[in-house]
């Protein structure tokens, strides 16, 4: 068998493509079908399996098994829209050279299932979605806390039940590393059953009563677009937008369109439209834009001419933004462009010894937990939205800090429009700050 990772840094996502003897299936893709097509040009692709309703993308799965002719399956209890082969616990599916065994794994989602794949009777590879991962499980939160304790005891209940497969079982889940689905932090790479039995510490737990209580502790934030997500997969999901956005002029920007910078940060600070968000082109880029745009309203984005804003817009398009209207690569000389000042970590390390200056950090409520530099202020980028911290005086600078300089640059647009003159700290954050000298 061969199986292919299809990993989606920005939202801490993996896709995989199983293959045995010229026969495939893709399990849990997104949105931007091409790099699956094409891997799978060769296959005789019989499936492409769904975990779950999917809470962080807007799933590709209803695409690609149309381009490639598979059958899509959703688990049974989906209550899916649209036309899909119901998974049930236990009722196996045919792949030819191979067994597809659906298990009920509700925890993550009420209709979450994980896929045992069985080669000539033997269990092979398990592609658990969000219910056990590598070295964490999935969050139970996700759907509202009203559900959380309860959807808690079931995810023990189903990571135990996987737990009891045989120790030579490929693990590969679909949530890793980056990803907010997540209930601790996780690992992309695959496993073993046999590893996360040893080192897996959501399965050291004694009873359900302290698996919930440590699933539900400590809980981060996760950004605002989760909620547009399961509608969506579950009424249907429309494949990805064709084409680049147009190239339109500063003046032709439209007046309710939100205008998304994604230039480095150096040209951000150097001159931006006032208003807009500072989002360098990353791999997180379009998740942060879930959180701080209104939902798939207008956006124009503003680049460098040398930056590929396909790979803007394929980020925004794998959740549900999918009305980019243009693209401004032509600020020019223009007057009325907002500026700020970039800091060193040195810059603030002098400033604390020789005055008390204004900071705020922007770091997840997390972050704080571990450390924190004595007196600044706190609020995580996506709370600014609601409130600049009172104690903060628009009659002095404010500095910024973050992890490295990436969060900073999206709170200027807040700070700016709260008539804050703010200072962003990079090439570090509130780490290098306390550990002592940094140049």
Not at 104 to 128: K, Q, R
Not at 248 to 263: K, L, N, Q, S, W
Request: charged share 20%; with cysteine; proline share 7%.
């Amino acid at each position: 068998m061969n199986v292919t990772t299809f990993v989606t840094p920005g939202l801490g996502d993996s896709t995989y493509l199983f293959e045995h003897e010229g026969i495939g299936i893709l399990v849990d893709p997104q949105r931007d079908i091409d790099r699956f097509v094409d891997a799978a040009a060769d296959l005789n692709t019989r499936f492409v399996l769904e975990t779950h309703l999917h809470n962080d993308y807007v799933s590709g799965g209803r695409s690609v098994a149309a381009a490639t002719g598979a059958e899509l399956v959703l688990p049974a209890s989906s209550g899916a829209a649209f036309d899909h082969l119901a998974a049930f616990h236990m009722e196996d599916l045919d792949g030819g050279s191979f067994t597809v065994r659906p298990i009920h794994t509700p925890g993550h989602t009420p209709e979450h299932v994980s896929y045992l794949v069985l080669v000539d009777g033997e269990a092979v590879a398990l592609f658990s979605g969000g219910s056990l991962l590598v070295g964490s499980a999935g969050r139970s939160d996700l759907l509202g806390m009203a559900r959380a304790e309860s959807l808690a005891k079931l995810q023990y209940g189903s990571v135990t039940r996987l737990a009891d497969l045989p120790d030579r079982v490929a693990l590969y889940p679909t949530h890793g590393a980056g990803s907010f689905c997540t209930s601790s932090v996780a690992a992309t790479a695959a496993s073993t059953i046999g590893n996360e039995k040893r080192s897996n510490p959501v399965l050291a737990h004694p009873t359900v009563e302290s698996f919930v209580q440590e699933a539900l502790t400590g809980l981060q934030p996760y950004p605002d677009y989760y909620a547009h997500m399961g509608p969506i997969n579950l009424a249907g999901p429309e494949p990805m937008p064709v084409g680049p956005a147009a190239q339109i002029a500063v003046d032709e920007i439209p007046g309710d369109a939100h205008i998304v910078d994604i230039r480095p940060q150096v040209d951000y600070a150097a001159g931006h439209l006032p208003g807009s968000y500072g989002l360098e082109l990353e791999d997180q880029t379009g998740v942060w834009a879930g959180w701080l745009v209104p939902f798939n309203e207008p956006i124009v984005l503003v680049a460098n001419t040398n930056q590929d804003t396909t790979a803007a817009t394929v980020q925004l398009a794998r959740i549900g933004y999918d009305r980019v209207v243009g693209v401004v690569t032509d600020l020019g000389g223009r007057e009325g462009l907002a500026s700020y000042r970039l800091a060193s970590i040195a810059d603030l390390r002098s400033e604390l010894q020789t005055a008390s200056p204004q900071v705020l950090d922007v770091r997840a409520p997390g972050d704080w937990e571990v450390s924190s530099i004595p007196g600044a202020s706190r609020r995580y980028v996506p709370d600014l939205r609601s409130q600049v911290p009172e104690e903060l005086e628009p009659e002095r600078p404010v500095w910024i800090i973050c992890g490295g300089g990436y969060r900073s640059q999206m709170a200027v647009r807040y700070l700016e429009a709260g008539g804050f003159d703010p200072i962003v700290v990079t090439g570090g954050g509130v780490a290098e700050v306390l550990a002592g000298d940094h140049t």
